[in-house]
């Protein structure tokens, strides 16, 4: 092709094909060698979510007063799209799924919510009768899902990354998560959730391994991240993390929750393991580290990418940014140079241009790019803006 295009040079109509597919083949490649560290992305928060059941919301929002502190009710009105949506029309690289152990089935089936505002509890979602883990923020109350099991939702992100094969690699935040309304409303019908036994956490391996299959060929593994030093913490201050160009069309999850101690059981560096830990970075597991505050945390967190570990940060945490339009936090968070970086609004807030409440508060990605390199190494540049 290139000696063809050489000899018909001179003839505009080729000279421009010819010109076309180089400069197509120049965007799609040079960011091939960066390792994936380097590169920064924008990830959703509680990325299945869709917004709470209104009666219920109102109802949590008439009882704000004696719910736990930790409990606004008012930070829960808000909602996703579907994630093939998020990746496609917002370049969200980076998601978090929420799940709950339903070894029997039918576990959460029913929302005891619905029984105190008067309406039928039974859900009528044949999936939430399957045996396995199930996606949700809290049971009984707030339930609204894009997806309601666990296997659904990876094989959405399959059928994704199969279609586009060359993506930068999907970071996949997995929330193992045991506490629910019951464990502070000891309300008829509310539901409590199970501990993370061994069998549990050989389930929720097992469920990717379904989806993935057994050998995780399209998966970054701890163990394959590891290579041939001794733990992951030494791999991730050598650098060892693979280029885009290996990664890409690939995933990678990294867990946190009430799960993770029974995860890390017997696994100093989480040998076998489908998935990466947040750790502490003098931990021997330590690749991933959260630090969900950036104000004030900023140099902490560019020093840690500096020594190798990825870091996860995030742009808002509560509603008040969309009601104010206030973007200090998601500034703090891409200038730390955090490679995930998360947000509830990659998209404004549905109601902003007519409501009197919410501002058309989102977060981009800075000048618009799908992905650039973190400002933690600012000597390191790319001329052309990194595709997929």
Not at 91 to 99: A, F, P, Q
Not at 266 to 291: C, H, Q, S, W, Y
Request: net charge negative; charged share 25%.
């Amino acid at each position: 092709m290139k000696n063809i295009c050489i000899v018909l040079a001179g003839l505009l109509f080729a000279t421009a094909g010819c010109k076309k597919d180089v400069t197509s083949n120049a965007a799609d490649t040079a960011w091939d060698t960066v390792k994936m560290n380097k590169v920064q992305v924008l990830a959703s928060h509680n990325s299945y979510r869709k917004r709470t059941y209104q009666p219920i919301l109102d109802g949590l929002i008439s009882l704000k007063g004696s719910l736990p502190a930790s409990l606004d009710p008012e930070d829960l009105d808000y909602t996703h799209i579907p994630l093939p949506d998020q990746f496609d029309t917002y370049g969200v690289r980076s998601i978090e799924l929420d799940i709950y152990y339903d070894p029997d089935g039918g576990r959460y089936y029913s929302r005891g919510g619905m029984s105190l505002i008067g309406e039928n509890p039974e859900s009528g979602i044949p999936e939430l009768k399957d045996k396995g883990y199930k996606i949700l923020h809290i049971p009984d109350i707030d339930f609204n899902t894009n997806y309601y099991t666990f296997k659904q939702a990876l094989q959405t992100v399959k059928s994704w990354s199969e279609a586009h094969p060359r993506h930068l690699p999907i970071v996949i935040y997995i929330e193992t998560k045991k506490e629910t309304a019951a464990d502070y409303l000891p309300v008829t019908g509310f539901v409590k959730g199970l501990p993370y036994t061994p069998q549990a956490i050989d389930d929720l391996d097992a469920e990717i391994k379904a989806v993935f299959g057994a050998n995780l060929d399209k998966v970054i593994t701890p163990d394959k991240f590891r290579g041939n030093y001794s733990t992951l913490r030494e791999a991730a201050l050598a650098n060892n993390w693979p280029t885009l160009g290996e990664a890409r069309g690939k995933i990678m999850f990294v867990t946190n929750g009430e799960g993770t101690d029974a995860y890390r059981a017997g696994k100093t560096t989480l040998e076998g393991r489908a998935m990466f830990v947040f750790a502490e970075p003098n931990e021997a597991d330590a690749a991933f580290v959260i630090r969900n505050s950036p104000i004030g945390n900023e140099t902490e967190i560019t020093n840690l990418i500096k020594q190798g570990f990825m870091v996860r940060t995030r742009a808002d945490d509560n509603i008040s940014f969309a009601k104010n339009d206030d973007h200090s936090q998601a500034n703090a968070a891409f200038a730390s140079g955090a490679q995930i970086v998360s947000t509830d609004y990659y998209r404004p807030d549905y109601r902003c241009d007519t409501s009197k409440v919410f501002t058309c508060y989102k977060v981009n990605m800075p000048d618009g790019k799908l992905a650039r390199i973190s400002p933690a190494f600012p000597n390191y540049s790319v001329k052309v803006d990194v595709k997929e």
